[in-house]
């Protein structure tokens, strides 16, 4: 066929055009001035302090070449002849100069203590402790601008898996570090984020984690509460919570996922046919929807937290599901089966009253036996069915004020509200470490030093924070759900070119081009805020 488009011509010219293809990063760095981080990082992280790039140069040039969808040090050049923002203040480094500032964070005194078979987490060294001090600013810094006396401490833990030599193997047989992050959802913030080897149990020093984080939240805080997968099922923790052990916050009411272990299931098999109620969640419109679940308190005393006279009371929330597996074939093999006289008795079919009745507890046996990842369903059988069984442990008591918990004024929590309430951490904790691992460079490991790895980690939930602040703060209403990727292409890669004009350096942008009303909404918000010193 006869070519019909014109060719495509092109010509490249002497010199640089100084035009940024990144113009769009703009509003972080001056958010990021505007908010007094590069003196906090300089004072807390404390390797370059004197001449050269300093500690907020190479966190900034990190920052934006994650924002900017690199993923290695290697590319901070690219990065540098693209943004072109040097006389904008951004100092970005070279790919050693960052690898041997990377190298600072690693204290080499406690790889020897590393090792499979045994829990530990290597002792930081005091730049990478810094980095607990700028999280901590940056949540004042949007706790001053949007206040709040009442938050919630979301824990979760994810694996970073690598084929870097210097990972250890978790328990799923794949070599991979591990972070642990304490997240507010409230301010959509990363308060802290423990890095370890991936052999290390998920819920390990998780307890301590949480007391720090308790100690490093601003004073317009008066109000705490705690989410937390089974992980964080340890009798300290829930004591701590119950028993009002925390100073200053007193009693912090909380929702765990509860183990599900045999004496838990003959107590959720214990629960009347009557108590069993249909979970419901609430839509987007505020519209009540069924679950296809249903949920009822157990009467459950676990021998670590007996209750004592005038101690706190502990509930247990049980969620079922019916099971809708291969279960016709199981059912056929047995009916066939019952006819035959060799039979083991537990395995016959009771025929009593003209209907088939399994017997369940053996039906269970051969479902986990044919695939025992089912295990994990907790499946259980009551009547003539079988069901899939969740729980949470909770010191919330019905009645409560649901506003804080999300609730509209005057509606109070019962145990299914609980449980909904409990839910909403498991999809943002999934979402969250998705968007540090795949759309910025948390999933990346740079070195084969555990400290500096942790402090790419830890570069990575802060670019995440800047994101989060810039699309939920500053940017107009309809961007909060933008991932990294979406300002991407919509922002942070629009053009821009850097100009000299009586006597001032300005960025300059074209008002019919992508991104242009973003940015302008963008450098207009951050002007009018105060700027915040340490």
């Not at 690898?99 to 930081?124: C, V």
């Not at 060294?125 to 004042?140: A, E, I, P, Q």
């Not at 959720?268 to 987007?284: G, I, T, Y």
Request: charge should be neutral.
């Amino acid at each position: 066929m006869r070519e019909t488009r014109q060719k495509i011509q092109y010509k490249i010219a002497e010199g640089s055009s100084n035009t940024s293809s990144f113009a769009g990063l703009a509003p972080i760095v001056e958010f990021y001035h505007r908010s007094g981080l590069p003196d906090v990082i300089d004072k807390s992280i404390g390797i370059r302090t004197t001449r050269g790039r300093k500690d907020h140069d190479h966190v900034l040039s990190l920052v934006l070449l994650q924002l900017a969808g690199a993923s290695a040090v290697d590319h901070l050049p690219f990065l540098k002849e693209k943004l072109s923002f040097e006389r904008l203040g951004v100092d970005i480094p070279s790919p050693t100069a960052c690898r041997a500032w990377l190298k600072e964070f690693h204290n080499p005194n406690e790889d020897i203590k590393r090792g499979m078979g045994k829990a530990f987490i290597p002792e930081s060294n005091r730049h990478l402790d810094g980095f607990g001090k700028v999280f901590t600013h940056l949540f004042s810094v949007i706790s001053a601008m949007d206040p709040r006396a009442s938050i919630t401490l979301d824990q979760d833990a994810t694996f970073i898996e690598t084929e870097s030599k210097g990972a250890l193997w978790n328990y799923q047989g794949n070599r991979s570090y591990e972070a642990f992050s304490t997240y507010c959802p409230e301010h959509d913030l990363v308060l802290a984020s423990k890095y370890s080897d991936g052999n290390v149990p998920p819920g390990y020093m998780q307890f301590e984690e949480f007391k720090e984080v308790l100690k490093g939240l601003p004073e317009e805080v008066t109000q705490v509460s705690l989410r937390s997968d089974s992980a964080g099922y340890q009798t300290d923790l829930l004591r701590y919570c119950s028993e009002g052990r925390d100073s200053r916050f007193g009693f912090i009411p909380f929702t765990i996922s509860s183990p599900v272990r045999k004496e838990f299931k003959q107590a959720v098999k214990a629960v009347a046919e009557r108590e069993w109620k249909p979970l419901m969640r609430r839509d987007s419109d505020g519209s009540l929807i069924p679950t296809g679940q249903e949920w009822a308190e157990v009467v459950y005393v676990p021998d670590n937290l007996s209750r004592k006279k005038h101690g706190p009371d502990y509930r247990f929330l049980a969620v079922r599901e019916k099971y809708c597996g291969p279960l016709d074939e199981i059912k056929d093999n047995f009916e066939k089966n019952s006819e035959n006289e060799t039979l083991s008795a537990p395995g016959r079919i009771n025929n009593e009253a003209g209907g088939y009745q399994l017997y369940i507890p053996q039906v269970i046996e051969a479902i986990e036996k044919e695939n025992p990842d089912l295990r994990r369903l907790h499946l259980t059988g009551m009547g003539t069915d079988i069901y899939k069984i969740t729980a949470v442990a909770t010191n919330i008591e019905d009645g409560t004020d649901g506003e804080r918990y999300g609730l509209k004024t005057g509606e109070t929590m019962d145990g299914g509200k609980i449980i909904c309430w409990h839910r909403q951490r498991c999809g943002k904790s999934e979402e969250l470490h998705h968007i540090l691992k795949d759309n910025l460079a948390g999933g990346h490991i740079p070195s084969a030093n555990f400290g500096a790895n942790a402090a790419w980690w830890n570069i990575s939930v802060l670019a995440l924070n800047l994101h989060n602040i810039l699309k939920n703060q500053i940017l107009p209403k309809g961007f909060s759900q933008s991932r990294p990727k979406t300002l991407r292409f919509m922002l942070y890669t629009m053009a821009g070119r850097i100009v000299s004009h009586g006597r001032r350096i300005m960025i300059k942008v074209w008002r019919n081009d992508r991104g242009c009303e973003l940015f302008r909404h963008a450098m207009e918000r951050i002007a009018r805020m105060p700027a915040f010193g340490t």
